[in-house]
């Protein structure tokens, strides 16, 4: 079975919301969701609000009141851009990683990513270097970043 047959299956599960809601109930469907995905991306809140008869502005408000349900997978991205990893190409890799950002927006189940730079990572010998949430790659190139954002995202 794949990912998108399980995920109605489980809205299946949960079409006694239709006659009988309860935020409750919503919650456990949208944290099942989550667990296959996970994230609970734009289309399938669309596709979940259809079938149980809700506006999706009920999930979106439910997603901001729980901190740990998420529309998008979330990760952080620090570029260095301090003076050595600057001598190695990292200005390359911030274009590298705002187009295959820009490449992974529209992807289901896709992970969001914020892209931020600091002036230094301390790990000056392997430039140049990137941090992903707390993982730190070094010696890094542009040809590198799909395979990373692949890892980190889970589609290797």
């Given amino acids: ?9 489980i809205v299946a599960g949960y079409g006694d919301i239709k006659e009988n809601y ?11 969701i989550q667990e296959l995905y996970g994230c609970i991306p734009e289309d399938i809140q669309k596709y979940i609000a259809d079938e149980l008869g809700i506006k ?3 999930i979106k408000s ?16 620090t570029l260095c851009v301090g003076p050595r990893c600057s001598q190695k190409e990292s200005g ?3 274009e590298a990683l705002r187009e295959e950002i820009r490449a992974r927006r529209n992807r289901k189940g ?4 914020t892209f931020t730079t ?7 010998r392997n430039a140049p270097n990137l941090k ?9 190139r542009p040809g590198d970043i799909r395979k990373i954002l692949n890892s980190i995202d889970g589609d290797d």
């Fill in 1 to 9: 079975m794949d990912q998108d047959q399980l995920m109605e299956d």
């Fill in 22 to 32: 309860q935020q409750e109930r919503l919650v456990e469907l949208l944290r099942e």
């Fill in 56 to 58: 999706q502005v009920v």
């Fill in 62 to 77: 439910i997603l901001k009141y729980f901190p740990s349900l998420h529309s998008a997978k979330r990760h952080k991205i």
């Fill in 92 to 94: 390359e890799l911030a």
């Fill in 110 to 113: 896709a992970g969001f990513f």
């Fill in 118 to 124: 600091k002036n230094c990572l301390k790990q000056c």
């Fill in 132 to 140: 992903i949430d707390d993982k730190i790659f070094s010696g890094v």
